[in-house]
């Protein structure tokens, strides 16, 4: 069985009926780990929106890294949508898919990296 990271293995916990409450939170924050810092995305694979609000974002001081705006990103679309009917359970989702799209992404480049070496 694979080894869940934070969000989600709290995914998992919450599916499971656990109540959240701060203990389970910090345990989630405990198995995070951030995973994409120093990666960095190749600027043929930006997206249009997702490179407009990191030029926003660094425009305005904050610096950011492309995986982290694409997840701010997908959290503004997600409020966009639902508004105040946004759960902590779609939070937890956006973060999950999140994850999941930027490993695959990272292992398919070091996959291609090291075919060319």
Wanted: charged content about 35%.
């Amino acid at each position: 069985m694979e080894k869940l990271l934070g969000t989600q293995w709290l995914v998992e916990q919450l599916r499971n009926g656990k109540e959240l409450n701060d203990e389970l939170i910090s345990q989630a924050k405990g198995i995070e780990e951030s995973k994409y810092i120093e990666r960095k995305v190749l600027i043929k694979d930006y997206e249009k929106d997702v490179n407009y609000l990191m030029l926003a974002l660094k425009g305005v001081g904050i610096e950011v890294d492309y995986p982290t705006t694409d997840l701010v990103y997908e959290c503004t679309q997600m409020i966009k949508k639902k508004g105040d009917k946004s759960s902590l359970m779609d939070m937890c989702e956006i973060k999950h898919q999140h994850s999941k799209k930027w490993d695959k992404y990272f292992a398919e480049l070091n996959k291609k990296t090291e075919e060319t070496e």
